[in-house]
């Protein structure tokens, strides 16, 4: 079978091989070289002819058993598909853009399992524009989001049997814990629920705050209780005069709880945006003189909520679009925001693990989970809903769960999209493949059917990728189909197009197209699938999770298109040619067309003078006729929480808790320049005016003899009686109580550090005491510490220490913050804070949407760099080794440099920031950049020529498949274009059409123009006619397989002589004349062919008789022998008899060589081994006789 196969790939010669003989017989070309015939590059030579040859076997085998194959392919890809069922799509935010080994990871792992996923708060974002005009400060305007405000208030849903409210599930104020449960009654129904707005500038901020049913006061002279009508001091004043005794005392402790957060006349005392509202308070600025106040004014420096010692809302936090006149005043904003803010799952799940109201389920974080996500779809629609017509402007909401659901949405395939671009590319592939004059040579239905498949192949590709465990995401199902549809139709094309060529040529037999075809285009093929297979999987290098699965799956679905279009298209188009044998219509093919086909008969037959590929020398052949052949859920969007892992850093002032250490570190001032603190720094504990104060306190009464080391009478003030308990306390469990020192030791030294020893006493006391600014910190300490409620009253100085801490946070908000290179900016300077302090011994980091997204930046020039070098690298070397030709694989990478360029140019031009997803897209473009160029490069290489000639060679024969691969690639990526988001469209469709665009102007315009002047020499080049190479010599007849004779053999047989070779099949109208250089002897002969039918007037048949006469002439050199055969007696015939005679002439020539010595093996070597069998044979003989 081998040998047949050999035989058949060197039978026939096509006319293309004298002028691209590298390009159809890699193989006849290097014995070319071999024979001294021409000059070349063998090494690329001996690899080319070993692919060919690979390639050869496989394309017969293809022939021979396309139906097979077609089954056995399809019948594969069918169950790789089966692999979609197990698909899993990751929408995590987190997961998909936090790199993956890095420290970032680390660190969100880290909290996470401190303080578990979905702690902390989650914020529900509400923003109003105009509808018209540019400015939102009008009295209409803040009316309008006083009431989206007050509906989402009131939104509540229904769940496991449970409504749950907006007051049930949002982040509230705490106070300090209270034995009277009046006071502790009132204080939990009238907690407001925490809202960062610009309302809080006026008094109809508190029409959002509740409670949704007021409150009854304790007494019949208090009215219902709404924050509309609460004046907190007015009522705690009250409260103080009505009870005595214990009741009273703790009167007076929330009332200077009350007065050292802010918490003051309340609401009250703001101005009215409506003054003529019924409700508007008297005690209101305006309420009297009617007057609209000045928003601007009102809103310049942020607004305060009712606690305003903590609760100050920066105007960069509430108003957008400002602009301000020269005195700092705003004159004009373009939007206003709020945010609601909400328990995390993990905080909900704690909350109500031990109430009454979920003591009918059973509670989990899952129910939680689900309540949160259901109040944030609720949430999201009512307030889009909300601005009707008749509203004056815009809302929009925001959750976290609105943006979870749009990436959920986003990741769903759209199955219109999908089908509207596969039915595009098959309709293309139609109207470029058909022929409307000459439907049996049209080529519509291979096209139609290469589309299929490669459809096929890209879902097999997916199922495969399952089951691999790679995850989906947004960019598998709504880029990777089109992509890769566009990059395996191109493949597609150059087959067909090599697959037309040759169906026209009669030299190569029908059984040999598909190898012929696979074998011409198939390394360029496997060039440009391997270049983007390496161009894919070097974007690995980028270490975006998202990205990394898009490339790693994009890299596996090129490997299956390739596969699917060396193995099962070509079965496809061996099916193809049986149907063009049988003159039958394309795609209809059960019908036969009756049109004209392209057979054109000579009635004077030229000689094939090439249609030999690849003879060594070989004793004279005997003459045969020749037949003839016809693609952690984040908290917030605004910024978000510096967390450390032994401290915090907020700010601008930095609390640091150093439990290590045992002290508070605290740094005054703003240590990044232009940052504002949405919380106030008076809020923590290290600050001076809480901690220092209290030692003040102390000290001025102890100067005064009002302490003593034994303790403190009883008119001592509350202040100075919890100094006195922390100062005496040691920090040791075994001694825990040394009054001695209280004049020895500072609360607070004067570099602001706190007393280290006693550190985790002072901590258990502040988180007890001070839980209003504790809780609107919103910060975060682990492990909890226990309550110990401090009573002026009570001598216990026993504090209980906290637990050492593992995990700390104090969240901050960032303004200001309005393009990518600012957030990087910020995140370098905190990240460079946090490294030092770090390197002091205090481990920390930052956490947070900046820190999380705008990480990948950091590093994201660098790991590009490293994947362009690499993929480079790898695209130079692999090109060198296929084409062994290093000179053409560095003009293609300066092609390829140039392509790269031009679009990152062209990014810029267009606005489109340097990310993750552009990064991934430009290692891209090296692998894709290779379509566009490999085609041209070895149709340059393999012609035969001058630059030119070679040039205009190559475009005639690759300008149609790299131009219709570009088209089609363009047609893969249209459908991009209506995706939903405008971040598809930027970054995918419009970037991935300019890579086609620059990629078919380099390939086709610019690559030409630069072979033409400083390209490689040809693969082979001839030693003489430097347009075409001379045809080879013809092949030796294979030798035959003798069987070995049976041990029973007879005599006779043994005597058998069997031939030493098979004779060959090759007619001698296939050799061609040599150069005149060359020593020979040629022998013409021509064989003239008689017919005479005899027809008997008596219309019986006459006899036909045939008489064959050969003349052999000479020709050139002088030296003439003819050898004529002498022409036979005709019967005799009656005269009455009709005689027709047709004679037909053919002239062969046959040329004996005397090769130049060395070029060829020792031509005497086939004689001296044929006399040696000879004597044998007849010594064998001679010695049976004589026995």
């Not at 509230?172 to 009046?182: D, G, M, N, T």
Request: charged share 20%; hydrophobic share 40%; glycine share 6%.
């Amino acid at each position: 079978m081998a040998s047949e196969r050999k035989k058949r790939s060197s039978k026939y010669v096509d006319q293309e091989y004298h002028d691209r003989p590298s390009y159809v017989n890699a193989k006849a070309a290097y014995r070319q070289i071999r024979k001294g015939k021409a000059d070349g590059n063998k090494h690329a030579l001996w690899v080319r002819k070993h692919v060919q040859e690979y390639l050869y076997i496989i394309g017969i085998f293809i022939n021979q058993h396309c139906g097979k194959v077609c089954f056995v392919g399809l019948l594969l890809l069918s169950l790789c598909c089966v692999g979609l069922k197990s698909v899993k799509m990751e929408t995590d935010v987190e997961k998909l853009w936090v790199e993956e080994g890095g420290r970032l990871e680390e660190e969100l792992t880290y909290s996470k399992d401190h303080i578990g996923a979905g702690a902390g708060i989650t914020n529900q974002i509400l923003i109003q524009t105009p509808k018209s005009g540019n400015n939102i400060l009008s009295k209409e305007s803040l009316l309008q989001h006083r009431d989206a405000l007050v509906k989402a208030s009131q939104i509540t849903v229904e769940m496991f049997d449970i409504k749950w409210r907006y007051t049930d599930i949002c982040y509230l104020a705490q106070f300090p814990l209270s034995e009277s449960s009046v006071l502790e009654s009132m204080l939990v129904a009238i907690l407001p629920c925490v809202i960062i707005t610009p309302l809080d500038c006026f008094w109809e901020g508190s029409q959002a705050l509740g409670p949704p049913n007021g409150i009854k006061g304790v007494h019949d002279y208090f009215k219902q209780l709404l924050w509309t009508n609460l004046n907190p001091m007015e009522i705690v004043g009250k409260l103080k005069n009505h009870y005595e005794g214990q009741t009273k005392k703790e009167m007076e402790a929330l009332e200077k709880v009350f007065r050292d957060a802010g918490v003051t006349t309340g609401y009250q005392e703001k101005p009215c945006i409506d003054p003529k509202d019924y409700d508007c308070p008297a005690t209101a600025p305006n309420k009297q003189s009617l007057n609209v106040p000045d928003f601007g004014a009102e809103l310049t420096n942020g607004c305060y909520g009712f606690a305003t010692k903590y609760m100050h809302w920066h105007e960069d936090l509430i108003v957008g679009g400002l602009r301000k006149n020269q005195t700092g005043h705003i004159v004009r904003a373009e939007a206003l925001q709020s945010i609601l803010l909400l328990l995390g799952e993990q905080h909900l799940y704690d909350k109500y693990s031990k109430d009454i109201k979920t003591a009918n389920i059973d509670w989990t974080l899952e129910k939680a989970r689900m309540i949160l996500e259901e109040w944030h779809r609720k949430f999201t629609k009512e307030m889009n809903a909300f601005a009707k017509d008749d509203k004056p402007d815009n809302q929009y909401a925001f959750s976290m769960t609105s943006l979870m659901d749009i990436i959920k949405d986003f990741s769903d395939i759209s199955v219109v999209r999908v089908t509207i671009g596969y039915v595009l590319m098959l309709f293309y592939a139609f109207i470029i493949l058909l022929r409307w004059n000459n439907m049996v040579l049209s080529q519509s239905g291979i096209g139609i059917a290469g589309v299929l498949l490669v459809a096929l192949s890209v879902a097999a590709g997916l199922g495969i990728c399952s089951l691999l465990g790679i995850k989906f995401n947004a960019s598998t199902t709504q880029i990777i189909p089109f992509l890769a549809l566009g990059l395996g139709v191109n493949d597609m094309f150059l087959i067909t197009h090599s697959y037309t060529e040759n169906a026209n040529k009669d030299n190569i037999p029908h059984k040999e197209q598909t190898a012929e075809c696979l074998k011409r285009t198939g390394t360029t093929i496997l060039l440009t699938s391997v270049s983007n297979m390496l161009a894919f999987f070097s974007a690995v290098i980028i270490p975006i999770p998202a990205l990394r699965s898009f490339v790693i799956q994009a890299g596996i679905l090129i490997l299956f298109n390739l596969v699917s279009v060396i193995f099962i298209y070509p079965a496809i188009c061996s099916i193809d040619l049986i149907r063009r044998k049988n003159k039958k219509c394309d795609i209809f093919c059960c019908f036969e067309s009756y049109a004209d086909n392209d057979v054109v008969i000579e009635l004077q037959p030229h000689i094939n003078d090439h249609n030999m590929m690849e003879r060594s020398a070989s004793p004279p052949p005997v003459y045969t006729p020749r037949t003839a052949y016809s693609p952690p859920p984040y908290s917030d969007l605004l910024a978000h929480d510096m967390i450390t892992e032994m401290g915090a850093i907020g700010g601008p002032t930095q609390t640091t808790l150093a439990p290590s250490e045992g002290q508070f570190v605290t740094r005054c001032g703003s240590p990044i320049p232009g940052f504002d603190s949405a919380t106030n720094s008076r809020q923590c504990l290290t600050d001076g005016e809480n901690v220092t104060w209290l030692q003040a306190a102390f000290d001025r009464e102890y100067v005064n003899g009002t302490f003593s080391a034994k303790g403190w009478p009883k008119n001592a003030s509350a202040d100075t009686k919890l100094a006195y308990t922390l100062l005496v306390q040691t920090g040791d469990v075994d001694n825990s109580i040394d009054t001695d020192q209280i004049t020895s030791v500072r609360l607070v030294s004067k570099e602001g550090i706190i007393n280290p020893a006693a550190f985790y006493n002072y901590l258990t006391v502040w988180i007890s005491n001070d839980a209003l600014a504790y809780s609107y910190s919103m910060g975060e300490i682990r492990p909890e510490t226990q309550t110990w409620p401090f009573d002026p009253d009570d001598f216990n100085l026993q504090v209980p220490k906290a637990k050492n801490i593992a995990y700390a946070q104090i969240p901050f908000y960032l303004s200001k913050l309005s393009n990518s290179d600012d957030i990087l900016d910020v995140v370098l300077k905190i990240r460079q804070i946090c490294d030092d302090f770090t390197s002091r011994g205090l481990l920390n980091y930052p956490v947070g949407v900046p820190f999380t997204f705008w990480e990948q930046y950091i590093q994201l020039r660098f790991y590009l760099m490293m994947a362009l070098l690499c993929i480079m690298g790898v695209t130079f070397v692999v090109l060198s080794v296929t084409l062994m030709n290093p000179w053409m694989a560095g003009i293609i990478i300066v092609i390829l440099t140039l392509i790269l360029v031009e679009l990152f140019g062209f990014m810029g031009i267009m606005g489109l920031k340097l990310s993750a997803i552009p990064a991934v897209i430009l290692i891209v473009t090296v692998g894709m950049g290779v379509e566009f160029t490999v085609h041209l490069a070895v149709g340059f290489l393999s012609s035969i020529g001058t630059r030119d000639s070679r040039m205009a060679m190559a475009l005639e024969h690759t300008f149609s498949p790299v131009f219709h691969g570009g088209i089609s690639t363009f047609l893969g990526v249209i459908m991009l274009a209506g995706a939903e988001f405008d971040f598809i469209v930027r970054y995918f469709f419009i970037v991935l059409t300019a890579l086609v665009l620059i990629g078919l102007l380099n390939g086709l315009l610019l690559l030409p123009v630069l072979l033409s002047i400083c390209g490689p020499p040809s693969e082979v080049r001839p030693k003489k006619d430097t347009d075409r190479i001379p045809t080879p010599s013809p092949e030796a007849s294979p030798k035959a397989r003798i069987r070995n004779l049976p041990v029973r053999a007879t005599r006779s047989s043994r005597k058998m002589k069997f031939p030493r070779r098979i004779p060959s099949d090759i007619s001698l109208t296939t050799i061609t004349e040599e150069p005149s250089q060359y020593s020979s002897t040629e022998i013409v002969v021509q064989p003239e062919v008689v017919v005479e039918t005899s027809i008997p007037k008596d219309g019986r048949s006459g006899q036909q008789t045939a008489h064959k006469m050969a003349d052999d002439t000479s020709s050139r050199h002088s030296s003439q022998s003819r050898n004529s055969s002498t022409q036979g007696t005709m019967l005799s015939t009656p005269p009455t008899h009709h005689v027709t005679r047709v004679k037909a002439t053919a002239t062969v020539k046959v040329e004996v060589h005397t090769p130049i010595p060395g070029t060829v093996p020792d031509s005497h070597e086939y004689k001296r081994r044929r006399r040696k069998d000879d004597t044998d044979s007849d010594s064998e003989s001679s010695s049976s006789s004589s026995s």
